[in-house]
């Protein structure tokens, strides 16, 4: 099953918390949250608001950016390695190069009929 980000993101709160030798108690209280559900959170069993994890975060001196970039990152890691993908702009070249005929980056566009089997209407130049 794959990595969900709610339990990313509590396994980064309780990574920072135990790097930083603070206790469950000490975080929610600085962070007047309950202690029951910081443990929920970091054991990924809660998804907290985004305020909530603001104050998280600030209680951790862990700024939600790095937080989110380090959940992001756990994420990415779990998807590779249950279902190797190519990264989406490798996908687009692919793409691109598969459909030789079409036009260079920057021109115009080909005009698509709305109803299949009807001319488009082109503006008088």
Known sequence: MALLLREAIGAGLRRARTARHRTLRDVSRTARVSLGYLSEV???RKEPSS??????CEALDVTLPDLLTEAAHAL??????????L??????TDLRIAGAGTPPLGAAPAAVPLVPGRP???AAA
Do not use: D, F, Q, Y
């Not at 990415?76 to 993908?85: I, K, M, Q, V």
């Not at 990264?87 to 687009?92: A, C, D, W």
């Open 42 to 44: 970091e054991r990924g």
């Open 51 to 56: 305020e909530l994890l603001a104050a998280i």
């Open 76 to 85: 990415a890691g779990s998807t590779l390695e249950t279902a190797p993908r």
């Open 87 to 92: 990264p989406i702009g490798l996908r687009h």
């Open 120 to 122: 488009v209407a082109r």
